[in-house]
């Protein structure tokens, strides 16, 4: 499943919520930035029965923790695809055990996988996690993607091919493009970006100077 909606649509509830729904499930959320499992792991933890771990290269070699990974401990594993496909944490993929309790591999931030395949090569290996594990479902979270991001998408995680794609609205309307021509000697200035703001200063200035209603007094 693949789900394309727009910034706090409220794509993480997914991740979030089912092994909460699933007792004794685990999922594995693959994320771009360390800053964003540290505010997921924050936040999970606060809901009754979520155990979440985000495991990073500075506590993966912590002792005990892989074989509790292992056992099923956490609920929620955040992780980089960097780390999913190191031999550190291929003997946790190959764990029968832990295979067992997986019910959900998470790919946030979808479109990543096509923008930063070329610097970060490990997101065109992520099938070689989806093989190990099998039957395991995978899903999508991202709020933009056209066709040649997820033509490759598909070849670097190889989604079933009934797969299913669930596009929402992602219009912003609180955002606008604006072009505007500047003059071959400013480039260097900064006047030359005044036409971005010029139209939403009148409009502000135009608000402010707009009198109150007049409230009349009886004497």
């Given at each position: 499943?693949?789900?394309?909606a ?15 729904l ?159 021509w ?38």
């Amino acid at each position: 499943m693949i789900l394309i909606a727009k910034i706090s649509f409220g794509k993480s509830l997914i991740p979030q919520a089912i092994p909460l729904l699933l007792p004794g499930k685990v999922i594995i959320c693959i994320l771009p930035l360390n800053v964003i499992g540290e505010e997921q792991v924050e936040k999970v933890a606060r809901l009754p029965g979520a155990k979440p771990i985000h495991i990073r290269a500075d506590n993966v070699d912590q002792k005990g923790l892989l074989v509790s990974v292992c056992q099923g401990a956490y609920t929620h594993i955040y992780i980089s695809p960097e780390l999913l496909i190191s031999p550190k944490f291929q003997m946790v993929l190959r764990n029968f055990a832990f295979r067992n309790h997986v019910t959900l591999v998470v790919v946030d931030e979808l479109h990543l996988v096509h923008d930063w395949e070329k610097f970060r090569k490990s997101y065109a290996q992520l099938f070689t996690v989806k093989l190990r594990l099998g039957t395991v479902p995978w899903a999508g979270l991202t709020a933009t993607c056209d066709e040649m991001t997820m033509q490759s998408i598909d070849q670097a995680i190889r989604f079933r091919h009934d797969r299913k794609l669930i596009r929402t609205d992602v219009d912003r309307p609180e955002i606008s493009i604006l072009c505007g021509w500047i003059k071959q000697k400013e480039f260097r200035s900064f006047k030359s970006l005044y036409f971005i703001t010029k139209g939403a200063s009148l409009t502000r200035a135009n608000e402010i100077k707009e009198p109150a209603p007049s409230i009349s007094k009886r004497r």
